[in-house]
């Protein structure tokens, strides 16, 4: 279960073709890497050469030490968010520590084998929050796309729209014309080649437009100066720590999404190349890249699901791949990182609109609104929490109406019936689970599905329904799967409220795991259980 797939892989063995495919897939996938890396770090509020770090770092670690043969990490739109808010309010520092402390999250979230759970988080929050990032990503470019004069913009939704609102009439034409021509190649060059990646060609053709004609425009290195030309050493910031309470809750929502998108981005690649990941290494390597990325100036980073897929689409089938990928970046970065000074920013502007439009989900949105109230309920909720207020309260929220709307489900399927009259009505027939007359001081319940504290009080309603307590009364448990404490508490209470009013309690057909719950508590003795209804109904005749 903790072997990562590059050793799998190695194991296996490499041909020349093999290793071909991947170096291709490597290249390829490290250039469109590159603006996606630079982007994602402005957008998130840092300078743009930790999004490299990021992509490095973390990219190689992820590939090297991962549950999937072809998973692609680095710094994701899914992170803007919840980054930009964090360095926003705690500085770069806070961030180090949200990102270490998500790792080590990660990594126990691994060990303990919970890949599998967290894929039960429900599809309208990822939805939900996922559809409310692309809309917080396309607002913040707005200012970069237009070439807005506009000192700070506010970090708030609406006062971000109403700052825009009132700077519309200082666009910059010449700023908004490259971003403007940037969009159009985004959209062009996939017609015309799929080899060369589009955000890479679109970046490239911008910066030379920029250069030739000398155009006014804000660059990389006009607002955040030189793009350094080497990794920095690996050091642990002073941690701040009158904020490490407050850092705990943004440091579960990074790990809650790092865990989410890399888990989802390595089920996508397993339907296209018919393979099986192993979810519980994915999230350990995704806690060490992230630790690993920390520690060398990056950001949060996980699996990413259009990177994943172009070094599928390139021919990579190992993590060779990803590992190369990372390592392109790096000799972009020593050799050429100079010159990603020069990139203006409004072609990242494009970049990023593109990629929230992708990221919108919109077609999903729209068919989710045709789901059930409740599903539409946590879709509304968990988005316009995301967009309003914050992406931490909206994915604790989003989870927790879910599973409270899931739980209200369940304990609606859960039913406790009379079926004494039922058998009753049945003596002069043969029937399958009894064939006898039923004594008439002896009432026969059923309990149908999960026995839980969602259901537990059904079972208060039924004793008050009964008019004159009878002298046995018998729960047949032959449908209950599985029982949890409320449950048993809910019996027991049962059980106390029988003795009081001089009725003998039998619980009957029992399950194995409701069984073993209900003996460890101590509250039923052997003439309080029966294997079978017969056997119950001996005993009862027995009291008589």
């Not at 690996?234 to 943004?250: E, F, G, T, V, Y």
């Not at 789901?371 to 604790?396: E, G, H, N, R, Y």
């Not at 509250?523 to 009862?540: E, G, I, P, S």
């Amino acid at each position: 279960m903790f072997v990562p797939k590059s050793l799998v892989c190695f194991r296996e063995g490499y041909t020349r073709e093999s290793i071909t495919r991947d170096v291709v897939a490597g290249i390829v996938v490290g250039i469109v890497a590159l603006p996606l890396a630079l982007a994602f770090a402005i957008a998130s509020g840092v300078p743009p050469e930790r999004g490299l770090y990021t992509a490095i770092i973390a990219g190689f670690l992820i590939s090297a030490l991962g549950g999937s043969r072809v998973q692609i990490g680095g710094p994701t739109g899914a992170f803007v968010v919840i980054v930009y808010g964090i360095v926003a309010k705690y500085g770069y520092e806070g961030l180090v520590v949200c990102t270490i402390i998500a790792g080590v999250l990660l990594i126990a979230m691994g060990l303990a084998r919970m890949g599998a759970l967290i894929k039960f988080i429900p599809y309208p929050v990822i939805t939900g929050f996922t559809s409310g990032i692309a809309v917080i990503i396309f607002s913040g470019q707005v200012k970069d796309f237009l070439g807005l004069h506009i000192g700070t913009v506010p970090a708030d939704f609406v006062e971000k729209w109403m700052t825009y609102a009132g700077h519309f009439d200082s666009i910059d034409w010449t700023t908004a014309g490259v971003a403007i021509g940037t969009l159009v190649v985004l959209l062009a060059w996939p017609r015309v080649s799929r080899i060369v990646p589009a955000p890479f060609v679109a970046m490239v053709l911008a910066t030379i437009v920029v250069q030739f004609f000398h155009l006014n425009v804000a660059t990389i290195g006009s607002r955040f100066g030189a793009v350094p030309s080497a990794l920095p050493h690996p050091q642990l910031r002073a941690i701040p720590w009158d904020h490490i309470r407050d850092l705990i809750s943004p440091s579960v929502t990074v790990a809650l999404l790092a865990a989410i998108e890399s888990l989802l981005s390595a089920v996508v690649a397993d339907g296209m190349i018919g393979t099986r990941h192993k979810s519980n290494m994915e999230l350990v390597a995704q806690g060490v890249a992230n630790i690993g990325s920390a520690l060398f100036g990056g950001i949060p980073a996980t699996g990413a699901i259009a990177r994943t897929a172009t070094n599928i689409r390139t021919g990579g089938r190992t993590p060779l791949a990803g590992m190369l990928h990372a390592v392109t970046l790096l000799l972009i970065l020593v050799f050429a990182g100079q010159w990603a000074a020069k990139v203006p920013l409004a072609a990242l502007a494009a970049i990023l609109v593109i990629v929230s439009y992708h990221m919108s989900e919109w077609r999903s949105f729209a068919s989710l609104l045709r789901a059930p109230k409740s599903d539409i309920f946590v879709l509304i909720v968990t988005f316009a929490l995301t967009v309003f207020v914050d992406l931490t309260v909206a994915v604790q929220v989003g989870v927790v109406a879910a599973s409270l709307l899931f739980i209200k489900r369940m304990s609606e399927v859960t039913n406790i019936e009379g079926v004494t009259t039922e058998l009753r009505d049945r003596d002069d027939e043969p029937v399958k689970d009894i064939g006898r007359a039923i004594p008439k001081d002896v009432v026969i319940y059923e309990v149908n599905g999960p026995f839980f504290f969602g259901a537990a009080d059904k079972l208060k309603d039924t004793m008050s329904e009964i008019d004159k307590p009878p002298r046995v009364f018998i729960l047949r448990m032959r449908n209950v799967p599985a029982i949890d404490a409320t449950g048993i508490h809910a019996l027991a209470q049962m059980a106390k409220k029988c003795r009081h009013q001089g009725t003998t309690l039998i619980l009957t057909e029992i399950r194995p795991q409701p069984l073993r719950a209900i003996v460890r508590t101590g509250h039923f003795t052997r003439d309080n259980l029966a294997k079978t209804l017969d056997v119950a109904l001996d005993y009862a005749e027995r009291q008589s």
